[in-house]
């Protein structure tokens, strides 16, 4: 009895984003545009980031306003490591991943006390904490943020190179989203939606919902903590920024815009928004007065590419191929 | 030892008493129904016995373990059931999934996150067996979302039935059923009793007279009278309070 596979036209889209995002660094070379590989490295970490929110928000219907503060807490953990002098990888992914799963842990039991409205500002509550802790940290750049000394160090993997960073990029997002496939369908996958749908009666068959509504918010902290390490290592800068609320809020906008709920939907959503955001705030189409137009509103209109999208699509942009019938 | 004890049971809500010191006990296997007018306390009733609301006076005792203030996974994992008056389904999922969801509620931990549950039979084969007690066998794949309402009401009563549970609380199951609908929950329930405690809140009055072994007329939250079919059919006070004759309005 397995589920019935999404339509054609959702897993053709799904392949094809797939495959695109692996080609990026062959095509910026051959067509002489490097800038692509950071560009499209970042929309590579928000789709990761984006997909872990995801799992909670998406499928667990715990509307989490503050992952950016997991973003940077690993962010940080490079970052401050490597101000100490502490470049290996390892050694940083350890203490990012630890770190992060502690935390998590703590506001995860705090915030699942509370559901709906108090959920969503309790946890901006704490991703603010965060941000203002970071903002304090004189040693570290405080409100400036601090250069990183070097990259994280992985033995062979020399993350200097742009190429190979973005392809680690890509390798954990092919990782993580692998999993989640195995994630959302398996028992724990199923606890997960049908608290979704309906707690009260996952509680009245027996299901201490507590206790798996936490661990998926732990994992999809992680997984925002790995987005985050990786942000520093592509930016060689920590700030406190890369954990204001706003991160938050365009994670979810991202998350919204491809699809909530679905695997895919993340990836679609974070590459659409930062690629509209880089094609209007850079658009060059020899018009002047219409250029400046472009370059200053541009966020306008990303407002108004938003709201599109979600009037005429709904489910977002991915979410609409898979719920159409095939 | 009676399957399950209640003694005492007050609830207030602000000024209202919605569970006025209600005592009941309910023989192993025995089918004890519930009844009495709309607004009686009978929803608050299965509500604190399967732990949504705590009660502020009285105890519960399930099979010799005071249950009083667990919260509702450990009752049920204590082979306490219940269904819903509202149908309260996975509307996401599959008939199959519903039940199968409940099945996994007591086949141990579900911190299983790699292998799809769908294809785990220790899962499936008791949902599809608790299918076809209600007759849903045939609508196992269809999505919730597409069921007609008496079928939903099948599936909700499935899903108590999945849980293994060994005590039932059943919220007006034929709520809405059609005539021959019902008739099949009926003999359903029939054939499970014996088998199962059954507590049963039902307006159905042919269905719970054919069926119970006792029955507890509760009116303003309070339990008025307490006996087989025969004797409450016969006593003044509850035709009074509630059987028809003589409405005060």
């Known amino acids: 009895m397995a589920e019935p596979a999404a339509p054609r036209a959702a897993r053709l889209f799904a392949g094809l984003l797939l495959v695109g995002l692996a080609l990026v660094p062959v095509l910026a070379s051959l067509l002489g545009q490097p800038f692509w590989v950071t560009l499209f490295t970042r929309i590579l970490i928000f789709s990761l980031a984006a997909m872990g929110l995801n799992l909670v928000l998406g499928f667990g219907a715990m509307v989490s306003f503050g992952h950016a503060m997991y973003i940077g807490i690993g962010a940080y953990a490079v970052g401050i490591l490597s101000y100490h002098g502490i470049d290996s990888g390892f050694v940083q992914l350890a203490v990012a991943l630890g770190v992060g799963a502690l935390v998590a842990l703590a506001v995860g039991a705090i915030c699942l006390r509370t559901s709906g409205m108090a959920f969503i ?124 609320w706003t991160v938050s809020g365009e994670l979810i906008v991202m998350i919204v815009l491809g699809g909530l709920g679905t695997l895919i939907g993340p990836i679609a959503g974070a590459t659409a928004l930062l690629l509209v955001e880089e094609g209007l705030s850079s658009l060059k189409l020899g018009i002047p007065w219409l250029d400046t137009l472009v370059n200053q509103h541009w966020l306008a209109l990303i407002g108004i590419f938003i709201v599109l999208v979600v009037l005429v699509l709904k489910q977002g942009i991915y979410g609409w191929l898979a719920a159409r019938k095939a | 030892m009676n399957h399950l004890e209640v003694r005492g049971l007050v609830k207030r809500f602000g000024g209202l008493l919605a569970t006025d010191h209600v005592d009941l006990d309910l023989a192993r296997g025995e089918l004890h129904a519930v009844i009495g007018p709309n607004g009686a306390g009978k929803t608050t009733l299965i509500n604190q016995l399967s732990g949504e609301i705590i009660p502020d006076e009285g105890r519960i005792v399930f099979d010799g373990q005071d249950l009083t203030r667990e919260p509702p996974h450990r009752r049920a994992m204590a082979g306490l059931g219940r269904s819903f008056q509202i149908t309260s389904v996975f509307n996401d999922f599959t008939v199959l999934q519903n039940a199968a969801l409940a099945v996994q509620a007591h086949a141990g931990h579900s911190f299983r996150f790699w292998r799809p549950a769908a294809v785990e039979a220790a899962l499936t084969q008791p949902a599809m067996a608790a299918l076809e007690q209600v007759g849903l066998t045939a609508r196992a794949h269809t999505p919730v979302a597409a069921l007609a309402h008496g079928e939903r009401r099948q599936l909700e009563i499935a899903m108590v039935l999945a849980t293994g549970a060994k005590c039932l609380l059943l919220d007006e199951p034929m709520a809405g059923m059609s005539p021959a609908e019902s008739e099949a929950v009926v003999a359903l329930l029939r054939r499970l009793k014996g088998e199962h405690t059954i507590l049963l809140v039902e307006h159905d009055m042919d269905a719970v007279f054919a069926l119970a072994d006792r029955l507890t007329v509760l009116v303003y939250g309070r339990p008025i009278a307490t006996g087989t079919p025969e004797q409450i059919r016969n006593q003044p006070e509850v035709r009074e309070a509630y059987l028809g004759e003589a409405e005060h309005l």
């Not at chain 1, 919902?209 to 390490?229: D, E, H, N």
């Open chain 1, 121 to 244: 500002m309790i946890t901006l509550a704490f991703a603010q904490m965060l941000f203002f802790l970071a903002v304090s940290l004189r040693e570290y750049g405080g409100d400036d943020g601090m250069q990183l000394k070097a990259r994280s160090q992985f033995g062979l993997l020399d993350l200097n190179n742009a190429t190979l960073l973005y392809y680690v990029a890509y390798a954990l997002l092919l990782a993580v989203l692998y999993g989640f496939w195995r994630l959302v369908h398996s028992r724990f996958g199923m606890v997960l939606r049908g608290c979704r749908s309906n707690e009260r009666r996952m509680g009245s068959m027996g299901f201490p919902t507590l206790r798996y509504k936490l661990s998926a918010y732990v994992i999809s902290a992680l997984v925002c903590v790995l987005a985050g390490m990786l942000m520093a290592n592509l930016t060689r800068f920590v700030a406190p920024s890369y954990m204001a």
